[in-house]
Every structure is written in structure tokens, then in C-alpha cells.
């Protein structure tokens, strides 16, 4: 059993910068894919990045392409979401998200993920 720990979000202002952190439970997150997905009421959760734990390979959305950075501390099984130049639409619950499973062409729906951290709010404001 993973358990996935967010946390970084709070208050923010359009243009500002935020690190989100998820902590994982886990002796290694070597065959992991994590992602990042984000949520606000009444709508879908939306993909936002996501990294192959192997391959370190990263993948975003059109929407925080070019903003955000998805990176990883193997040491510390902790992956991060690098949030810059933040706008009002990035306001939402974000989530990290983990399995084993997720293959390359699947990684952007967040049924294929298992494991879900319980989220950390990020309001920004114009």
C-alpha cells in the first residue's frame, strides 16, 4: 500500500510561484509513475504533469506547458510540481497520484492511477 502526502499549496497572487511536495510511503518508487492532477468543483479532474519514475521522462498539460516543472528526489521518494507564473485558472485542489501500471499512452487519465494523496488547495488571485 502507498500513501501519498501533498503538500506546498496555499494563497498566491497571478505571477507568483509555488512548490507543491508528495511524500511518498515507500521504500522506493522505482516502477512508479507519478502525476499530478488538479481539481475544482464541478468539473473533471484535469491531468497536469506527470514523470516515469525509470525513465524520467516528464509530460504535461497544454494548459501549464512552459509554467510548471514535474521533478523527483529519489533519496527522499518525493516528487515535486514546480509552479511558476501562476494564473487564476490555476486555482484548484491538486492531487499526486501513483501506479505501477500506467502505461506511456495512459498516463493523462487519472482513472489508470491507483494511489491519491488527499490534496492541497491552491487559490491564486489576480
Known amino acids: 500500500q502507498v500513501q501519498l502526502v501533498e503538500s506546498g499549496g496555499g494563497l498566491a497572487q497571478a505571477g507568483d510561484s509555488l512548490t507543491l511536495s508528495c511524500a511518498a510511503s515507500?521504500?522506493?518508487?522505482?516502477?512508479?509513475?507519478i502525476g499530478w492532477f488538479r481539481q475544482v468543483p464541478g468539473k473533471e479532474r484535469e491531468f497536469v504533469a506527470a514523470?516515469?519514475?525509470?525513465?524520467?521522462?516528464?509530460h504535461y498539460g497544454d494548459s501549464v506547458k512552459g509554467r510548471f516543472t514535474i521533478s523527483r528526489d529519489n533519496i527522499k521518494n518525493t516528487v515535486y510540481l514546480q509552479m511558476n507564473n501562476l494564473k487564476p485558472d490555476d486555482t484548484a485542489i491538486y492531487y499526486c497520484?501513483?501506479?505501477?501500471?500506467?502505461?506511456?499512452?495512459?498516463?493523462?487519465?487519472?482513472?489508470?492511477?491507483?494511489?491519491w494523496g488527499q490534496g492541497t488547495q491552491v487559490t491564486v488571485s489576480s
Open positions: 514523470i516515469r519514475w525509470n525513465s524520467r521522462t516528464t
Open positions: 497520484a501513483g501506479d505501477t501500471g500506467v502505461i506511456l499512452s495512459s498516463l493523462r487519465f487519472h482513472v489508470n492511477y491507483d494511489y
Open positions: 515507500i521504500r522506493s518508487l522505482s516502477h512508479y509513475t
